[in-house]
């Protein structure tokens, strides 16, 4: 593709971006404020506890549905539109559609988030939002997908790119997980020990086919582009993306293990856990041997110093995570602080740096050149990456330490973890400095 026709494509996406990004901004804000106002609800409890707004199990349901649907959701759709354009040398039509969807979709998300903070949340996680708001969530998200779909079908070039799988990828799972669980789950429940399964399912499938497939859609799509180089290892891009398909969904049945649910669905849920090795290694081969080519370049370009420092990150603890997944020492750590260390290494770690970095490279392209300074960008990434490692160390250290006193019966569990809460509030409260 030429860079003049790069830079029509990038005009009519204009608009758009600047709506996507400031909403998503916007909730990133939010999202973050939130956490760590529930970070601190762990250490003083009695904090805002007049207000019944602010209790704890309302500010983590609130800021977790934040981050995801609001700052992820716009995210993503940004992220989507632009790559499929660039790669279907297609420009966006009628730019004006997709961006009164998306301020349906915010609209929606701050009826929902309302609705978890008053009290009208439900249990299930990642569906914490009153069942009022999911038609609208739902019609919003189909609309968006629809012109992502338009784009990608009048594309010009009939061979496609990795990047292009995991984001039309990313448009199916979202839409068939979010029918398949508010079907399972609330429009015809589910009895039984089928409900846990259907929720832990979507749950695993809102992080692992949503938010991780669009991140590695953009690491896939910058870094060779930004390095002018070809990816390495490209041939086994599509035996990790088909492995990320068949494993991921099932990965988190593990954390079901002593519930009521028949033995096996934890076993296959732990097998499946270690099988992410495959998806993780391919992925973590293709871009960081890319990088390895020009470390220089990827040092001194901020935007691809984020998208690899995310993709290090990720890969490290996703290794992390498939030790932890044998039942030796998942039942362990299980109801410990580890429970939050997925969520945190994908939404704090890979997405969120991946989409930093996604952002500066946008920055000049929609602003006729101009950049914000170097020296402003660098602080982001600085902060942005101590507080992810604060808020991980965090738990897993913690996890580790409290699950210990709790399966040994010895010590004070309250006073093992406390330090512990006050590195998790640290570390929220760095990101939300970055935020």
Same mark, same amino acid.
């Given at each position: 593709?030429?860079?003049?026709?790069?830079?029509?494509?990038?005009?009519?996406?204009?608009?758009?971006? $600047?709506?996507?990004?400031?909403?998503?901004?916007?909730?990133? $804000?939010?999202?973050?404020?939130?956490?760590?106002?529930?970070?601190?609800?762990?250490?003083?409890?009695?904090?805002?506890?007049?207000?019944?707004?602010?209790?704890?199990?309302?500010?983590?349901?609130?800021?977790?549905?934040?981050?995801?649907?609001?700052?992820?959701?716009?995210?993503?759709?940004?992220?989507?539109?632009?790559?499929?354009?660039?790669?279907?040398?297609?420009?966006?039509?009628?730019?004006?559609?997709?961006?009164?969807?998306?301020?349906?979709?915010?609209?929606?998300?701050?009826?929902?988030?309302?609705?978890?903070?008053?009290?009208?949340?439900?249990?299930?996680?990642?569906?914490?939002?009153?069942?009022?708001?999911?038609?609208?969530?739902?019609?919003?998200?189909?609309?968006?997908?629809?012109?992502?779909?338009?784009?990608?079908?009048?594309?010009?070039?009939?061979?496609?790119?990795?990047?292009?799988?995991?984001?039309?990828?990313?448009?199916?799972?979202?839409?068939?997980?979010?029918?398949?669980?508010?079907?399972s789950l609330f429009w015809e429940p589910a009895r039984g020990t089928i409900q846990s399964v259907a929720a832990s399912w979507y749950a695993q499938?809102?992080?692992?086919?949503?938010?991780?497939?669009?991140?590695?859609?953009?690491?896939?799509?910058?870094?060779?582009?930004?390095?002018g180089a070809a990816v390495r290892g490209y041939s086994l891009a599509f035996v990790g993306f088909v492995a990320l398909v068949v494993v991921a969904?099932?990965?988190?049945?593990?954390?079901?293990?002593?519930?009521?649910?028949?033995?096996?669905?934890?076993?296959?849920?732990?097998?499946?856990? !270690?099988?992410?090795?495959?998806? !993780?290694?391919?992925?973590?081969?293709?871009?960081?041997?890319?990088?390895?080519?020009?470390?220089?370049?990827?040092?001194?370009?901020?935007?691809?110093?984020?998208?690899?420092?995310?993709?290090?990150?990720?890969? !490290?603890?996703?290794?992390?995570?498939?030790?932890?997944?044998?039942?030796?020492?998942?039942?362990?750590?299980?109801?410990?602080?580890?429970?939050?260390?997925?969520?945190?290494?994908?939404?704090?770690?890979?997405?969120?740096?991946?989409?930093?970095?996604?952002?500066?490279?946008?920055?000049?392209?929609?602003?006729?050149?101009?950049?914000?300074?170097?020296?402003l960008v660098a602080a982001h990434f600085w902060v942005a990456l101590s507080g992810v490692t604060l808020l991980l160390a965090s738990s897993v250290?913690?996890?580790?330490?409290?699950?210990?006193?709790?399966?040994?019966?010895?010590?004070?569990?309250?006073?093992?973890?406390?330090?512990?809460?006050?590195?998790?509030?640290?570390?929220?409260?760095?990101?939300?400095?970055?935020?």
């Amino acid at each position: 593709m030429s860079e003049s026709h790069e830079n029509l494509l990038d005009r009519s996406f204009r608009a758009l971006a $600047v709506s996507f990004l400031y909403s998503g901004a916007a909730w990133l $804000v939010l999202g973050t404020l939130l956490a760590t106002l529930a970070a601190n609800k762990t250490i003083t409890p009695a904090f805002l506890s007049e207000c019944d707004w602010f209790a704890y199990g309302r500010l983590r349901p609130a800021y977790v549905n934040a981050l995801v649907y609001g700052w992820g959701g716009n995210m993503i759709f940004g992220a989507t539109l632009w790559l499929l354009a660039r790669l279907s040398w297609a420009q966006i039509p009628y730019p004006g559609i997709p961006a009164v969807s998306g301020m349906a979709w915010n609209g929606a998300v701050t009826l929902g988030i309302i609705g978890i903070l008053a009290g009208h949340g439900t249990p299930f996680e990642l569906l914490e939002m009153p069942q009022y708001v999911s038609f609208f969530l739902y019609g919003s998200f189909l609309a968006l997908a629809v012109w992502s779909i338009i784009i990608f079908h009048t594309r010009l070039e009939p061979e496609t790119y990795v990047s292009q799988w995991y984001l039309v990828g990313a448009l199916f799972w979202f839409g068939l997980t979010f029918f398949l669980g508010h079907l399972s789950l609330f429009w015809e429940p589910a009895r039984g020990t089928i409900q846990s399964v259907a929720a832990s399912w979507y749950a695993q499938n809102i992080l692992w086919l949503w938010l991780v497939p669009i991140a590695f859609g953009i690491a896939y799509y910058l870094v060779p582009k930004a390095l002018g180089a070809a990816v390495r290892g490209y041939s086994l891009a599509f035996v990790g993306f088909v492995a990320l398909v068949v494993v991921a969904p099932w990965a988190g049945l593990g954390e079901l293990r002593g519930g009521p649910v028949p033995a096996w669905i934890p076993a296959v849920g732990s097998v499946m856990a !270690v099988a992410m090795f495959f998806p !993780v290694t391919i992925f973590a081969g293709n871009v960081l041997g890319t990088a390895c080519s020009n470390l220089q370049r990827i040092w001194e370009d901020l935007s691809l110093r984020f998208i690899v420092a995310g993709t290090l990150l990720f890969t !490290v603890c996703a290794y992390l995570g498939i030790l932890l997944a044998f039942p030796s020492l998942s039942e362990v750590t299980q109801f410990s602080l580890l429970g939050d260390f997925q969520f945190n290494y994908i939404v704090h770690g890979l997405f969120a740096m991946t989409t930093f970095g996604l952002s500066y490279y946008w920055l000049p392209l929609l602003f006729d050149g101009k950049r914000p300074p170097e020296l402003l960008v660098a602080a982001h990434f600085w902060v942005a990456l101590s507080g992810v490692t604060l808020l991980l160390a965090s738990s897993v250290w913690g996890g580790l330490a409290g699950g210990a006193v709790a399966n040994l019966g010895a010590g004070d569990w309250v006073a093992a973890i406390k330090p512990f809460n006050c590195l998790a509030m640290a570390g929220q409260g760095l990101l939300f400095v970055s935020a």
